[in-house]
């Protein structure tokens, strides 16, 4: 017996787990048997009869939108459209500007009027950002990254995405911002708010290209749409929270200094805040690179299309450059946002002129960008490599990554198979037979009655209803095949990335490469998982599992660093003056004082894995992504809606489940209720 | 006490929880006790409050953390709103006032600082002083002329451009009452200001409080849970236990007159000759001494004069006539903290 299942033993809760556990097994092993003896094919599979054609009314309804509903004056189609023209305006401004030029006339016609930003003034113009916000370093950094992008022949594409990303952002955050300012002052619409952010963060982005499609048109403004929508809900619980953390004195100072409301907010609450505002603001930033290859599919060119395009070719040499590019130009933008955040103070010129005119001496270095600036646009009238990077110079290396992997397949090919072979016949495929064969009925009760159990009736309420609403779409199937997935893989997530976490918090080496791999792990898009996975493993559920896991990891050790790091200290002292060994210490007290945060780590763990599956769809699971993947494929909003929102609503359930385990934790140890 | 009442609180009432709308209905005539109000599942931070604030005194409300003492500073400033009661503040009801009324309140006549501070992290020293007056609409020249006058006031000097962060918390909270002072406020609120400082800091920024108050004479209301800063600061005390005022007097009528043994507790451990004054000692012998003391001066004061001369003094009115008289020996009483009745 383990240590586990002796602690385990030692509650009640033993019992209930093991019942639950061995009721499953035998229902899911002669389930079937035991429903033709009895003549109840219903038992096992749900009837079609019983399904309520839910995906159909959302069609219906989605065409009726598209093509009849209208607001008395105009259509619904012409609000759309007027909106794609109003976001289209500036985003055209934007892509000129870095990456197309500005042009004047139509088609064959058209003459250059002024030509797109050199290059070499961009990395200028990023230096000169970089030094602002923080040093030397940063600005040679991104610099480098810039350079980077030029080299490699991905300039053109990278100026396409950051010319999205500039749209997106702005609107993201002051979108997210208001919204949360407007949660903030209204409980109501805090209320309002929460559950349609916890649905837009964990439906899956596919699931809404679909009707986004079809109100905003193909094209880079339908992206821009679909970024937003994905990269705003953090921005908003972001800014809420941190105006909710604005200490309380400030607020009475803000009432007794006789501000009127709206000085109490802007003069007072934003400017406080803005710290923790700007933790959002990165995090905008990076979940809209996020988006680049998804929104691709939608119509946004860029590097995501190029990504998207070299997976489709299997051409890993050109999707690993362009995904590199992604991740460099992620790492820029988040360096370079971190920077902003933690800047303590404004900077503000040491003397000020008096004199009007010569203000912009106080500001040298806007004064070189300007300048040189000027000088590179001259320069560049006569010297095209100034304009565009010569095509030349640049640098490849996807013959190179090709032949690793060739190398590699050519000769680990059997090491390669019998590692998979194993792990899927000794692990993977007896889970899913499990899973796959509890019967929907038994499902049903049993998932309500684990919501009973951790957390009262009303959660017990809530599974029911979720899980009834996937099995009357006749989902149970492709959703027991996903929580098979998911499973798996957060536990492989979680068995290497928690002990790798604890290991991390203790020993600072170990932590600096561990959060070296994490930060590019988590920066890398989700896609890229993909190519070296499949090229190793073919498709099928063991690749998908493997860049699940890939994808999935990093909130595991994150976390659990963070858990094992912020016990206090005087905890582990009083561990070491009563005589613990080192082991002893981690056992007794490191783990059982971080598990709150482990089981934090868990949950960010869970919803990274079920938002990877969907793209994993695209290497052959049959699961819930499958379904989403296919409706996108086939342009039905009705399909792709309601798998998608199952999906969702198994990432709610598990994020229920697993809070509920959390507060138990933090219970135990008294933290706080 | 013939100062007129700058801020009366008549019957104030602040109870956390759903509160009915009769519970407090016959309140003035028969109040609800603790359990009363424990029973129907309230908190009663502030019960029946009753004070009268003279101007230009320094009032200290002086509690144990939880005796409701900043909720009802709170309520004074009407930062939360009275369950019942009336705030009159110079002839009007504050709890009448409309949101935009007690704006203009707020903007001209009261000023606050907070125990934590309270500085604005984004704005330096000049601009947090100014804030107040950017609020209300002033011009920039005009504001930041007046915020460098107090900042000079307050004896921070030289450091306008810096950010809050930068300053240690004693120079913090003197930015902190800088702000408060720009204003002009009639009415001034200080909640627990030193609380959050090092006690030798504390006792720099207590002589400095002094200072400003011997200048400016503002009427003030000064929150604390350290008994010897409140006797050290107060013109009259009220003392808070369990959200009520069980007694208000000045710190001398609190040590030879305390209401209960509540009050007794904290009064015991002060040393008498700070709190004392001559005229509370004396005998009610008129001796004509060429040594004179005044009935109002505090024994620490004279200690060491009569202490040396080692004769009888007379003891004067603040009028100039002999009151009574008062020995070397009732000093050292005082002073050693034997009982004089004996």
């Known amino acids: ?673 | 006490m013939d100062k007129p009442v700058k801020l009366a609180c008549r019957h104030v009432w602040k109870l956390f929880g759903a509160v009915g709308p009769d519970f407090l209905a016959g309140a003035t005539e028969q109040a609800p006790t603790l359990e009363m109000i424990q029973d129907a599942g309230l908190v009663g931070a502030v019960r029946d409050a009753n004070l009268e604030i003279l101007e230009g005194e320094i009032f200290v409300i002086m509690g144990l953390s939880g005796s409701g003492k900043s909720t009802l500073v709170r309520c004074l400033s009407r930062l939360i709103e009275p369950t019942a009661g009336e705030l009159i503040f110079e002839g009007i009801d504050l709890l009448k006032a409309s949101a935009k009324e007690m704006i203009e309140i707020r903007r001209h006549k009261m000023g606050m600082v907070f125990q934590h501070f309270a500085l604005l992290p984004h704005l330096t020293v000049l601009e947090n002083v100014a804030f107040p007056l950017e609020v209300q609409g002033k011009s920039r020249s005009q504001r930041e002329q007046i915020a460098r006058e107090v900042i000079e006031l307050v004896g921070l000097k030289g450091r306008e451009d810096n950010f809050p962060r930068e300053l240690s918390g004693g120079q913090q909270q003197r930015v902190g009452i800088a702000r408060s002072l720009a204003v002009e406020p009639e009415l001034w609120f200080l909640d627990e200001p030193f609380s959050a400082l090092d006690p030798l800091i504390r006792r720099e920024m207590q002589d400095e409080f002094l200072r400003l108050q011997s200048l400016l004479h503002k009427t003030i209301v000064f929150i604390t849970h350290d008994f010897e800063e409140a006797v050290r600061l107060a013109d009259r005390i009220a003392i808070m236990k369990d959200g009520q005022v069980i007694q208000v007097a000045t710190p001398e009528q609190l040590v030879l007159n305390p209401e209960n043994d509540y009050v007794k507790e904290f009064t015991k451990h002060i040393p008498r000759s700070k709190v004392l004054s001559a005229g509370a000692v004396m005998s009610e012998q008129k001796i004509g001494s060429s040594h004179q003391v005044f009935a109002d001066e505090r024994i620490e004061k004279i200690a060491e004069k009569v202490v040396t001369t080692n004769e009888t003094f007379s003891v004067l009115s603040s009028e100039g006539n002999v009151v009574g008289s008062i020995t070397p020996q009732q000093v050292i009483n005082v002073l050693v903290g034997r009982s004089d009745d004996q």
């Open chain 1, 1 to 673: 017996m383990t240590k586990l299942a002796q602690q385990l033993a030692q509650s009640r809760n033993f019992w209930f787990w093991t019942t639950l556990l061995l009721v499953s097994w035998v229902l899911s092993t002669y389930g079937r048997d035991l429903a033709k003896a009895v003549d109840a094919k219903w038992l096992i599979k749900f009837p079609a009869a019983w399904r309520i054609p839910m995906k159909g009314e959302i069609s219906a309804a989605m065409s009726w939108l598209v093509e009849d509903a209208h607001f008395g004056l105009f259509t619904v189609t012409e609000a759309t459209r007027s909106i794609t023209w109003l976001l289209e305006q500036p985003y055209q401004l934007v892509l000129s500007l870095f990456a197309s030029g500005f042009y004047q006339g139509v088609g064959q016609d058209a003459v250059l009027v002024f030509p797109a930003l050199s290059w070499v003034f961009v990395i200028i113009l990023v230096m000169a950002i970089g030094h602002y916000a923080k040093d030397w370093w940063l600005s040679s950094l991104v610099g480098i990254a810039f350079l980077y992008l030029a080299v490699f022949g991905q300039w053109d594409s990278s100026m396409v995405t950051l010319a999205s990303i500039a749209i997106a952002v702005p609107i993201g955050v002051w979108g997210g911002i208001l919204l949360g300012i407007a949660a903030y002052k209204w409980w109501i619409v805090e209320l309002a708010l929460r559950p349609l952010l916890d649905l837009m963060q964990t439906i899956p982005v596919f699931a809404y290209l679909v009707p986004i499609l079809f109100l905003f048109g193909f094209g880079p403004v339908s992206a821009l749409v679909a970024t937003i929508i994905y990269a705003m809900p953090p921005m908003v619980r972001i800014t809420t929270l941190a105006l909710k953390s604005v200490p309380t004195e400030l607020k009475e100072f803000s009432l007794m200094a006789g501000c009127t409301p709206r000085q109490t907010l802007w003069k007072v609450l934003i400017p406080s805040a803005k710290p923790t505002l700007m933790v959002g603001v990165n995090q905008v930033i990076m979940l809209s690179l996020n988006m680049v290859i998804i929104a691709s599919m939608i119509g946004a060119g860029g590097l995501g299309y190029d990504v998207l395009a070299s997976l489709r070719r299997l051409d890993i040499g050109g999707g690993l450059e362009a995904g590199v590019a992604i991740v460099v130009l992620a790492i820029a933008l988040d360096r370079v946002s971190q920077a902003f955040a933690l800047q303590r103070s404004p900077d503000r010129p040491l003397y000020a002129g008096n004199s009007t005119t010569l203000r912009i001496m106080n500001y040298p270095r806007t004064l070189i960008v300007l300048l040189s600036g000027g000088a590179i646009f001259a320069i560049g009238s006569f010297v095209p490599q100034m304009q565009t990077f010569p095509e030349a110079y640049e640098l490849t290396t996807g013959a190179i990554w090709e032949d690793v992997i060739r190398t590699i397949n050519v000769n680990f090919f059997d090491q390669l198979e019998a590692i998979k072979t194993t792990l899927l016949s000794v692990f993977l495929v007896p889970v899913k037979r499990f899973l796959g064969g509890i019967p929907w009925i038994w499902g049903l009760l049993a998932v309500s009655l684990i919501g009973w159990r951790v957390g009262g009736w009303k959660v017990c309420l809530l599974a029911f209803l979720l899980t009834a609403f996937i099995i009357v779409n006749g989902l149970w199937a492709k959703a027991m095949t996903t929580v098979y997935l998911c499973g798996i893989s957060v536990l492989i997530a979680c068995v290497i990335g928690i002990p790798v976490g604890i290991l991390s918090a203790l020993n600072s080496r170990v932590d600096r490469i561990v959060s070296g791999i994490i930060d590019t792990l988590q920066t890398l898009p989700s896609f890229v998982y993909l190519i070296p996975v499949v090229m190793l493993f073919r498709v099928g559920d063991f690749s998908a599992m493997i860049a699940v896991v890939l994808y999935a990891i990093a909130p595991a050790v994150r976390y659990a660093a963070q858990g094992v790091r912020s016990i206090n200290p005087q905890l582990i002292e009083a561990g070491i003056v009563s005589g613990c060994t080192p082991f002893q210490l981690l056992r007794r007290i490191r783990v059982p004082l971080a598990l709150p945060e482990i089981l934090l780590g868990l949950n960010q763990t869970i919803m990274l894995a079920l938002s990877m599956l969907v793209i994993t769809a695209l290497v052959g699971t049959r699961d819930l992504g499958q379904e989403v993947y296919i409706a996108l494929t086939k342009a039905d909003t009705g399909r792709g809606l309601v798998a998608g929102l199952a999906i969702a609503f198994i990432a709610i359930l598990a994020d229920r489940f697993v809070a509920a385990g959390a507060n138990r934790a933090k219970q135990r140890y008294g933290y706080e209720s």
